[in-house]
């Protein structure tokens, strides 16, 4: 690997003419030299508004013009057309601080590792941050797995990977047009070698007409997320959360998470789903969700003492 990689930055949008040139500014603003952003345009149905407001940034970015067909469709057609080494997916309705992608890089190159993820911060209508998160409370030997992403908020748009990754865990997954984000997260946390910024780097847009506000996308995701988690449980296990892939767990390990394993699944609700799994005794689950709720806890207000007193 070269010392400045080249990093794709993908934006997908989809009548996204009010936004877009927002995020299109801020991935062209980084101060890390070497980046390249490619446009989706996923099949918009605005009358050409979308499509006017991308081309008039010319050949600072790469334009492509789809089908629609989701989300995922149009992240994986930017991963099969970037050039760069590293991939960053943009909302087109977010933004990045102009030190994003440097110090993602500087993350990574640090810790010689795969991957990097920075905090994330929420901005309104008028692009002013209204929100930090500082919940990056990781307890003991959890770290670098899926299950922290339950624990502390990982926001896909926050993730710098390496374009090998696709290899291994595949490319987004068409089948899901809510939850492509956290079946993500959880793939990159148990497929690839992560390091943690500790920098917020990255801007979520709250706004009035986010799709997660509305009634029937709050449903869907619901059921998309019963599916995944449903899934997961079926095919790779319950111990997928807490390892990183080819990892084999020790019996310590294992009553340890056994033990906390509630706490994975309370941030989504998915409690219910955790019960269906045949293995798991449904008392003893009942048992593990209040003790880990106290341990986990515990945990935080220990690292949120040592944080304050450093």
């Not at 050039?83 to 997916?89: A, D, I, K, L, V």
């Not at 010689?112 to 998160?133: Q, T």
């Not at 291994?168 to 992560?194: M, P, W």
């Not at 989504?268 to 106290?294: A, C, E, G, R």
């Amino acid at each position: 690997m070269s010392n400045m990689p080249l990093v794709s930055i993908v934006i997908p949008v989809y009548n996204g003419s009010n936004y877009v040139k927002e995020a299109i500014d801020s991935a062209l603003s980084q101060t890390y030299p070497n980046v390249e952003v490619l446009v989706i345009n996923d099949g918009s149905t605005d009358g050409g508004k979308t499509r006017e407001s991308v081309l008039s940034f010319g050949s600072k970015i790469r334009y492509f013009e789809k089908e629609n067909g989701g989300v995922s469709t149009a992240l994986n057609f930017g991963i099969l057309n970037m050039n760069g080494e590293y991939f960053s997916w943009l909302s087109h309705d977010d933004t990045l601080g102009p030190e994003y992608v440097s110090t993602q890089i500087k993350c990574i190159q640090k810790d010689n590792k795969d991957v990097a993820i920075c905090r994330v911060g929420v901005i309104n209508d008028d692009s002013e941050v209204i929100s930090l998160y500082h919940n990056w409370n990781i307890p003991l030997f959890i770290t670098d797995k899926p299950y922290i992403s339950n624990m502390i908020w990982i926001y896909a748009c926050c993730i710098l990977v390496k374009k090998d990754f696709f290899y291994k865990a595949g490319l987004f997954s068409d089948r899901f047009l809510t939850c492509q984000d956290i079946e993500y997260t959880y793939n990159v946390l148990h497929y690839a070698s992560c390091a943690f910024n500790k920098s917020t780097q990255g801007f979520r847009r709250d706004h009035s007409s986010n799709d997660s506000k509305k009634d029937t996308i709050i449903a869907l995701n619901k059921r998309e997320l019963d599916e995944l988690f449903a899934d997961i449980l079926k095919n790779k296990t319950i111990w997928f959360f807490f390892t990183k892939h080819g990892e084999r767990l020790s019996i310590l390990k294992k009553i340890f998470y056994l033990l906390t394993v509630s706490s994975c699944f309370k941030s989504f609700n998915q409690i219910d789903v955790l019960y269906q799994y045949p293995t798991l005794n449904k008392n003893l689950l009942k048992f593990f969700y209040k003790f880990s709720s106290s341990f986990i806890m515990i945990l935080r207000l220990k690292n949120l003492i040592l944080r304050y007193i450093k």
